[in-house]
């Protein structure tokens, strides 16, 4: 006869062996995992009415933890990411959405009218994650994503299918250093470009340095040099009156800030949730 686990016996093996491994969120990873390939709701582990025998089942949920003990980001071992309020597969290609990320959104969100119908452009797309919610608010907006990577458009043109927006996004490859591509011009401008030093890329955990794309977080200039292009190069994509919003480094913001005045009638820092100074909005 097979061994017999229920849901919450895996949840506390799964969890004592990934905090010995140095994983912090190692009970709620554990979690995720269980519920993932019992596909079952979290709820669930706890009534532990789960019993399981099946051995392809239970690979399946120990080759993971495996995974997640070597320091695979979560988000990679089960191939999605939810992401303000969608799911999104995320994957090697492209950096993972960050949480914080979801605030830009809303940032953005809190400055457009209800049923907006304009058009937006996200610099640095990624896996889509920004360009794809604003798409889902927006559903009469015109929104366009573009990358350098060849792997971030392929993964942001699945997201796009996925979330069936293929109507109004579109994804393509443009290098804002050194593009040839005429875009055209827009209402609103959003960027979560590369802003990490090297010394600040070093200091990652292993999840980050050794899985999310090096390109997608390193900037040159001790972090500030793409920030300041697309600062430099947004007047001249922006309708009048055209709305840009940045996520920036915590230390960037006084520096970008006197950069923007420079080139718009009103620029503000916004603060995260935990009161850092983590975004920048500016309209021409
Ligand atoms: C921090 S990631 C953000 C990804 C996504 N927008 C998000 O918020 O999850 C920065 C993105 O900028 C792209 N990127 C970096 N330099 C670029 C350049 N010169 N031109 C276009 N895209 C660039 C990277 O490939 C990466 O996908």
């Known amino acids: ?162 979330n069936k927006c293929d109507q109004h996004v579109d994804i393509i490859q443009y290098d804002w250093n050194n593009s040839s591509i005429y875009l055209d011009r827009v209402n609103v401008i959003v960027a979560n470009p590369p802003y990490l030093s090297e010394k600040e890329w070093l200091d990652t955990e292993p999840e980050v340095k050794e899985h999310d794309p090096k390109d997608a977080l390193l900037s040159r200039k001790e972090g500030i040099y793409d920030l300041e292009k697309i600062i430099d190069i947004a007047p001249s994509l922006l309708c009048k009156s055209g709305l840009l919003a940045l996520e920036i480094g915590h230390n960037q913001s006084e520096y970008l800030l006197k950069m923007l005045n420079k080139h718009f009638r009103k620029s503000f820092i916004k603060k995260d949730f935990t009161g850092k100074r983590r975004f920048l909005l500016a309209m021409l």
């Open 1 to 162: 006869m097979n061994e017999q686990f229920s849901a919450l016996e895996i949840l506390r093996k799964s969890s004592t062996f990934l905090s010995k491994k140095g994983i912090k969120s190692a009970k709620i990873d554990a979690e995720w995992i269980i519920c993932n390939f019992l596909k079952i709701k979290k709820l669930d582990i706890y009534l532990d009415k789960h019993i399981i025998s099946d051995e392809e089942t239970l690979n399946k949920i120990r080759h993971a933890i495996s995974r997640r003990a070597k320091r695979e980001p979560l988000q990679h071992i089960l191939g999605y990411v939810e992401f303000h309020g969608i799911m999104l597969k995320c994957d090697k290609r492209a950096l993972i959405p960050r949480f914080e990320t979801e605030q830009l959104v809303d940032l953005i969100s809190s400055n457009l009218p209800v049923g907006f119908q304009g058009s937006i452009l996200d610099f640095g797309t990624g896996s889509g994650a920004i360009i794809i919610s604003l798409a889902k608010i927006y559903p009469h907006a015109k929104c366009l994503g573009i990358d350098k990577s060849v792997n971030c458009i392929s993964l942001a043109k699945e997201n796009v299918i996925l």
